[in-house]
């Protein structure tokens, strides 16, 4: 288990969201390769549908990939996502490299999940193949774990 | 790093509650998580039902809800229109009804192919202004996300999820590699 590397990236045209402002509640990171590409759409819009589960466990969702945030804003419009795309834009990839999931053949991240506890240690992690959509079980176990007493999911 | 399984397991298994076609006891059975609104579940339907004739009696075919609600905002009322008329048993009437006529499905049509199928629309009606199967399709939807059901059309064959191609072909060949094992 270890302390998620702390980013501050923006979440819209000037506007700023940073992992410390999270702090208190678990947060969900969702790594995704592009905004409009067809698996990506689904995997997000498939977490918009679960977003009252997530929130049941008081979790925060943040999508980020490499789009500027005005891709972003066109995106979450179109495809009505109600949390929030975080644009890692310049320098491209910064906060997907510290994470270790940049692919930096594709120029874009990887398709990646991260699940932080209230204090900002993650508790899990999934990298998926590109082609694939993860879907949210894995989220939601990890979460679930997190509610037990010393229920930690070392990451291996 | 996961613990997640390549092939995803249904963790719902086929029950009594569930709107299914063809024998129980039959060697081979399709589940699919769908949405009335996806096109590509729109794509699959006469896809499944080839597949049903190809079949017949070797193949148990179950339908489960899984709307997408936010990019299709008919789906849930659509579902919810499906799930009323299984209380009148008219479940795969009204689901061929859906997929034959995707194209429109708001809720005046929804009540005219009820009225079509010479069902009691007006308690259709009734019942999607008041949400009464609301409950029954977040339950099946839950429980495909469990299962691990990742967009739509999602199936799974004898209990694993498939992830091949939705066209006839791929399809048959995964049934057909499920019932030699179901064989052995």
Same mark, same amino acid.
Not at chain 1, 16 to 38: C, Q
Not at chain 1, 44 to 49: C, F, G, Q, R, T
Not at chain 1, 63 to 76: K, T
């Given at each position: 288990?270890?302390?998620?590397?702390?980013?501050?990236?923006?979440?819209?045209?000037?506007?700023?969201?940073?992992?410390?402002?999270?702090?208190?509640?678990?947060?969900?990171?969702?790594?995704?390769?592009?905004?409009?590409?067809?698996?990506?759409?689904?995997?997000?819009?498939?977490?918009?549908? $679960?977003?009252?589960?997530?929130?049941?466990?008081?979790?925060?969702?943040?999508?980020?990939?490499?789009?500027?945030?005005?891709?972003?804003?066109?995106?979450?419009? *179109?495809?009505?996502?109600?949390?929030?795309? #975080? @644009?890692?834009?310049?320098?491209?990839?910064?906060?997907?490299?510290?994470?270790?999931?940049?692919?930096?053949?594709?120029?874009?991240?990887?398709?990646?999940? &991260?699940?932080?506890?209230?204090?900002?240690?993650?508790?899990?992690?999934?990298?998926?193949?590109?082609? $694939?959509?993860?879907?949210?079980?894995?989220? #939601?176990? *990890?979460?679930?774990?997190?509610?037990? =007493?010393?229920? $930690?999911?070392?990451?291996? | 790093?996961?613990?997640?399984?390549?092939?995803?397991?249904?963790?719902?298994?086929?029950?009594?509650?569930?709107?299914?076609?063809?024998?129980?006891?039959?060697?081979?059975?399709? $589940?699919?998580?769908?949405?009335?609104?996806?096109?590509?579940?729109?794509?699959?339907? =006469?896809?499944?039902?080839? #597949?049903?004739?190809?079949?017949?009696?070797?193949?148990?075919?179950?339908?489960?809800? &899984?709307?997408?609600? !936010?990019?299709?905002?008919? @789906?849930?009322?659509? @579902?919810?229109?499906?799930?009323?008329?299984?209380?009148?048993?008219?479940?795969?009437? !009204?689901?061929?009804?859906? &997929?034959?006529?995707?194209?429109?499905?708001?809720?005046?049509?929804?009540?005219?192919?009820?009225?079509?199928?010479?069902?009691?629309?007006?308690?259709?009606?009734?019942?999607?202004? *008041?949400?009464?199967?609301?409950?029954?399709?977040?339950?099946? &939807?839950?429980?495909?996300?469990?299962?691990?059901?990742?967009?739509?059309?999602?199936?799974?064959?004898?209990?694993?999820?498939?992830?091949?191609?939705?066209?006839?072909?791929? #399809?048959?060949?995964?049934?057909?590699?499920?019932?030699?094992?179901? @064989?052995?």
């Amino acid at each position: 288990m270890k302390q998620a590397p702390d980013f501050r990236l923006p979440s819209g045209p000037g506007q700023y969201v940073s992992l410390k402002e999270l702090r208190g509640k678990p947060v969900i990171l969702v790594f995704y390769p592009a905004d409009w590409s067809p698996v990506c759409g689904d995997q997000l819009a498939l977490y918009n549908e $679960v977003l009252p589960e997530f929130a049941k466990y008081g979790a925060q969702l943040v999508g980020i990939s490499v789009d500027g945030p005005w891709c972003h804003r066109a995106y979450q419009d *179109a495809r009505k996502l109600r949390f929030p795309l #975080l @644009a890692d834009f310049e320098p491209k990839g910064e906060v997907a490299r510290r994470y270790g999931v940049y692919d930096a053949a594709a120029g874009t991240t990887q398709r990646a999940l &991260f699940v932080l506890d209230d204090q900002g240690m993650i508790r899990w992690r999934y990298v998926s193949d590109p082609a $694939v959509n993860p879907g949210a079980e894995g989220i #939601l176990t *990890a979460l679930e774990e997190l509610k037990q =007493p010393g229920g $930690v999911h070392e990451p291996a | 790093m996961s613990r997640r399984d390549n092939r995803a397991q249904l963790t719902v298994p086929v029950g009594p509650d569930d709107h299914s076609i063809g024998r129980e006891d039959a060697p081979l059975t399709l $589940v699919e998580y769908g949405d009335f609104q996806c096109p590509h579940c729109g794509r699959a339907y =006469p896809t499944v039902k080839e #597949l049903q004739r190809r079949l017949g009696a070797q193949l148990r075919f179950v339908f489960r809800q &899984f709307p997408l609600t !936010m990019i299709h905002p008919e @789906a849930e009322h659509a @579902a919810e229109a499906a799930e009323a008329a299984a209380v009148q048993r008219a479940f795969w009437q !009204m689901h061929d009804r859906l &997929f034959e006529r995707q194209f429109a499905l708001d809720d005046d049509h929804l009540v005219e192919y009820a009225d079509e199928l010479g069902l009691d629309s007006e308690r259709i009606r009734g019942e999607l202004a *008041a949400g009464t199967y609301t409950a029954n399709v977040r339950e099946d &939807f839950m429980g495909g996300i469990k299962s691990g059901v990742n967009g739509t059309p999602t199936f799974y064959i004898n209990g694993v999820r498939y992830d091949g191609g939705y066209d006839l072909e791929s #399809l048959l060949t995964a049934l057909g590699s499920a019932a030699a094992v179901a @064989a052995t």
